[in-house]
């Protein structure tokens, strides 16, 4: 693997770090990692983003220019969502923040040295055929980069009836273009292209920018991927959504498995001591609810809107929904019902002990947090 950055001992230090499970050649300039490009000799390429002469994004468009198959990794001391996007837009196989976790690192080179060999298998294979071998950059689709460039973020109401006062915002990820019409569908897209880091930060700028007119003391809720949770970005103070922590209620849906996320207890403690909340978006929506209690011991649940939905109606919801805000009750757990539509809904849930509610009776997701319908 070719490690290129200006600074010598931090190349020094890359080479320490992955020279035991890798052959690792060091370059201080772009021009000279070319002809080690230009070889042909070259798995993986490690670059900064920010070097004299050319930076790392000339260097990945050169090098891609060459070998469009080359997994490209670029790493940065000053993460940006305009450089994350000029990187995806290019090809990049990866984008990390520094400082770099030696095991993450580690991981990624190797994902990345897998896929260089198969690169090289497939094209093997289709010079076999005798079939021109026409490859492209694995970058992300033009429309999911636009997509990100018209991103913004809706807020919604969370409101306390007893004290007739909000308790907070929801921030929810929305895009102008006309391909994404719902969250899913860019979430979806943002997977199949390998930038759920790249989309999780922009969403977390966008939400803490939006956040700044809320009434003095209402928290911020912003939803997590659970792949959001291995991010270096998420806490880090040198961000804003990291220096904005102690108002900050970071949502991690039950639709989704924490299976997979290595070191997790570890990470939400880490999360909580410089100032998050965590919370269990969906209950009763998705995967096992003790699981996630286990894991996570959150400070706040949110009931999913598939349990408030006509509650005035049904014994069984009202008895889930009953027991469940006794529960958080004796475990000192907060409890937020969403999806709350009509007066009954709203009248059913407060007889049952539930104080903090969301939905559109109370106020629709606006671009500007708005004051509720009381």
Known sequence: MLVVDDEPAILRALERSLGAAFDVVTCTAGKDAMAHVERGDVSVVLSDLRMPGMSGLELLAATHALDPDLPFVLITGMPSLASATKAIERGVFRYLPKPLDDHELAAVVAQASQFRRLALVKRAALELRGAQSTPRP?????????????????????????????YGYEALMRTSHPDFRSPSQLLDAAERNEALDVLGRAVRARAVEGSSCTPEGALLFVNLHPRDLTDPMLASPESAFGRAASRVVLEITERASLEGIADLQRRVSDLRRVGFRIAIDDLGAGYAGLTSFALLEPEIIKVDMSLTRNIDRSAVKQKLVGSLASLCREMGTIMVVEGVETPLERDTLIALGCDLLQGHLFGYPEPVPSTPTW
């Open 138 to 166: 694995p970058g992300v689709a033009r429309s999911f980069l636009q997509a990100l460039e018209q991103l913004w973020v809706a807020f919604q109401p969370i409101v306390s009836l007893s004290e007739r006062r909000v």
